[in-house]
């Protein structure tokens, strides 16, 4: 007898409606059987030993809602599914937020005013429905990677042309109009907008803004290769220029890696242009770069404290203080942790998962420690020859394409993680462990739960272990940063909520080891 | 935000912070923090654990609840002066003209598909299509489990099982967990409660409160006529009335508890 299925996703309705639906279901003729339920793993038992399991059912979670109908024949099958389909439709209980479409251009027909296509699918089919939102006007925000360098650049001069934003390939993470989407973090709304192709750098520096009480007008990711001349920083520029006319804006922080030439000439000149107060972090760029609007910020911390003065109309005087002051409170948990040492520990393993935080990390370290080691190392010499053989003082990202093929990204899937995390603390050698946790939409929705053994485990194996975790997020996240680094401190990790302090602490802890 | 929107009370056992749209019914929305949810409800549905009693619900995607004010998507309303305390402070055991008198008020008004039938065989034939036998004998195997004092293996059995927004064995667990406390059978009710595996936001919240000894404020008004001796059919049916086979699956399990010696 043919079973048909229908799976609705994140869909609730009260038993009586389902029984209901389940009644009138058996009552057409033909059929012999049905389910109409949530699917949770005990029901889908029930289902499959009903003979109404299917590979679509199997699939579904606790919070889908799976219909299976036996009949005597496919016709009868279907149309009890049509029915059932139409049952659910018409209960006004029914609780679904998420408007659906089958295609860009159905969506643009079916609801009115859209001007934001997000574009989460394989990189190879990705420019063509960017191209088909932006013949529908709307901006682009491509969270996909692996698009033809040429696509991306006909994408950009065709939205730069339309004056729409094409933000990405590869761009993880933009707020629009106080709209997080991919990775981002739930921050305050203000004044201050940020550009760039960091995605995690872009979280960071929203967070450390709105924590120290300032506000995000716009989070504006562009891709990671607009800052290469082959593409020319267009949706860079593009971006400042429409920051001019956002009245919510009255600060902008640009955060890269160090753009090429004529891309780094073209952004200096759009930022110049804005008229605005402008921050600009190029990490690792070590030119001189303020002048007139523009102010350099060397790290993270800086850019997001630089901001936050412009923002509020307070001195650069506070920039200073605030670092000195967040060094000194950490001076008595850094002599505590460097006492426990004994004469095997000595080496730095950072384990990171967000690129700019294992590349800010390394450049803050360097001058303190020495050289270290990575798979994005700061100079070819310290390249490491396997990524998982780990030597000396060592930083890897975990999200770099060789961890990532075929397995969620580290933000999302702690699994690898945490086993370098256990082999790295058996060794003596190990002093300080370095690793970042990234909160926020999209990102792994229970960290403590996921990490909490491993990291117990860690610390228990090598008492002369420091762990160091940079919590990126707030308060407001839905993982709720306060309650993870207190928990965190009471298995014994160091838990910062800063990127550039963990990084400073961890090199005071090995200095002059 | 519709004109005339009042918080009228809310529970005490709210903990601050950002909840996000679950769903939303006719007369609730759930918001989720993490594995934590807090129900917007209307003013017939009851003060109860979690619950935040309004005027009209609000369509809001987002709650905020810090410094005795709710945002509902960052626009703030004040929370009431008017708090309810969801904890049951007092012990009772449910035996005798008590247990028989609730179990036939509910075999009489529990729904055909309800969890009632382990009162009464008879209520089995209401699962006639072979799916719904197949579940009823899922449920008899959980039951048996528990009787047979295997507690983690029953729940665990009956966790997730059945229809609806929270499935039956979820909510027959709840109400178990509150008999058991009440009746100041801890342990028993922490080996329950450990046995449950549900995924289902809303069926934990509902373990968790009771696992705190916490219920509705009309559940708590008919364990108080219990504890009187008082006739409580009025009070038996508003108690029984939340959801659509949820309220009866928890009594039914609340009873249950008293089988559990």
């Known amino acids: ?513 | 935000m519709k004109n005339g929107f009042k918080i009228i009370s809310f529970s005490r056992d709210i903990r601050p912070g950002v909840y996000f749209l679950h769903s939303s019914f006719s007369k609730a929305e759930n918001y989720f923090r993490g594995r934590n949810i807090v129900s917007l409800v209307l003013p017939g549905v009851s003060d109860g654990p979690g619950n935040i009693v309004v005027s009209r619900l609000s369509g809001a995607k987002e709650i905020k609840i810090s410094n005795g004010c709710i945002y509902l998507d960052g626009r703030p309303h004040k929370l009431s002066d008017k708090s309810y305390d969801p904890a049951v402070n007092f012990l009772l055991k449910i035996e005798g003209e008590k247990f028989d008198e609730s179990r036939r008020n509910l075999l009489k008004y529990a729904p055909p598909l309800s969890m009632a039938f382990i009162f009464d065989g008879r209520r089995e034939a209401f699962f006639s299509a072979p799916f719904l036998k197949n579940m009823l004998s899922a449920m008899k195997n959980g039951i048996n489990l528990l009787k047979k004092g295997k507690i983690s293996r029953g729940a665990a059995a009956l966790s997730g099982l059945g229809h609806g927004l929270t499935p039956s064995g979820d909510d027959f667990l709840a109400g178990l967990i509150l008999g058991l406390k009440i009746s100041g059978r801890n342990k028993k009710a922490e080996r329950v409660f450990t046995g449950c595996k549900t995924e289902n936001l809303i069926s934990i919240k509902g373990l968790k409160s009771s696992r705190k000894g916490f219920c509705t404020a009309k559940f708590k008004s008919f364990l108080f006529a219990l504890k009187l001796g008082k006739p409580h059919l009025k009070k038996f049916k508003d108690a029984v009335e939340f959801g659509s086979t949820s309220g009866s699956d928890f009594m039914a399990g609340f009873l249950f508890s008293s089988c559990l010696y």
Do not use: W
């Not at chain 1, 042309?161 to 709304?189: E, H, Q, W, Y």
């Not at chain 1, 929203?206 to 593409?231: E, H, P, W, Y």
């Not at chain 1, 804006?249 to 000149?269: C, F, G, H, N, Y």
């Open chain 1, 1 to 513: 007898m043919p079973v048909k299925t229908i799976v609705r996703k994140g869909v609730y309705f009260d038993s009586i409606s389902l029984m209901r639906i389940a009644e009138k279901i058996n009552s057409i003729s033909g059929v012999s059987d049905s389910a109409v339920i949530m699917a949770t793993k005990e029901n889908k038992n029930i289902i499959s030993s009903s003979g109404l399991l299917t590979e679509e059912i199997k699939k579904a979670s606790d919070n889908d809602l799976a219909i299976a109908v036996k009949a005597d024949d496919e016709k009868t099958a279907a149309s009890a599914l049509a029915e059932a389909e139409k049952m659910l439709a018409g209960k006004k209980e029914a609780a679904s937020s998420n408007l659906t479409a089958q295609s860009i251009s159905q969506a643009a027909e079916s609801y009115e005013g859209l001007n934001l296509a997000l574009i989460s699918v394989n990189g190879k089919y990705a420019a063509d429905l960017a191209f088909e939102a932006l013949e529908k006007n709307m901006n682009v925000m491509i969270f996909s990677d692996n698009v033809p360098l040429e696509k991306e650049l006909a994408l950009k001069k065709l939205g730069a042309r339309k004056n729409l934003l094409v933000m990405g390939p590869d761009c993880g993470t933009c707020i629009i109009n106080g709209a997080p989407l991919g990775f981002a973090n739930k921050v305050n709304s203000g004044n201050v907008a940020v550009v760039g192709p960091s995605g995690t750098g872009i979280q960071e520096f929203s967070c450390l803004l709105s924590n120290l009480g300032g506000g995000i007008s716009q989070a504006i990711g562009t891709g990671t290769r607009d800052v290469k001349d082959d593409i020319g920083a267009i949706t860079t520029v593009q971006a400042l220029e429409m920051l001019v006319s956002d009245a919510k804006t009255s600060v902008i922080a640009i955060i890269s890696k160090p753009p090429q030439k004529k891309s780094m000439a073209r952004i200096l000149s759009a930022a110049n242009k804005t008229g605005k107060p402008v921050v600009a972090l190029f990490l690792g760029e070590e030119k001189e770069l303020t002048a007139g609007n523009i102010h350099q910020a060397k790290n993270l911390y800086e850019a997001a404290l630089k901001s936050y003065c412009l923002s509020k109309g307070e001195s650069f005087n506070f920039v200073r203080e605030k670092i000195y002051n967040d060094k000194i409170s950490l001076s008595e948990r850094i002599k505590s942790e460097k006492a426990k040492k004994n004469k095997d520990s000595k080496y730095l393993r950072g384990l990171f998962s967000g690129g700019t935080f294992a590349s800010q990390a390394i450049r803050l370290l360097e001058p303190v420690i020495g050289g270290v080691y990575s798979n994005i190392p700061s100079s070819e010499k310290f390249k490491l020859k396997n990524s998982m053989k780990l030597e000396k003082h060592s930083i890897i990202d975990l999200g770099e394409d060789e961890f990532t093929f075929g397995r969620p990204h580290p933000m999302i899937d702690y699994s690898l993680r945490k086993k370098m995390i256990s082999s790295e603390a058996s060794k003596k050698e190990v002093s300080v462990m370095l690793i970042d946790i990234v909160l926020g939409y999209g990102s792994n929705m229970s960290p403590l739960a996921d990490l909490k053994e491993t990291l117990e485990k860690a610390v228990k194996a090598n008492p002369a272990l420091t762990v160091i975790a940079a919590v990126t997020g707030t308060d407001m996240d839905p993982q709720n940063r306060r309650y993870l680094i207190e928990e965190l401190e009471k298995i014994g990790v160091m838990a910062l909520d800063n990127n550039y302090m963990a990084a400073f602490a961890a090199g005071e802890i090995i200095r002059d080891k």
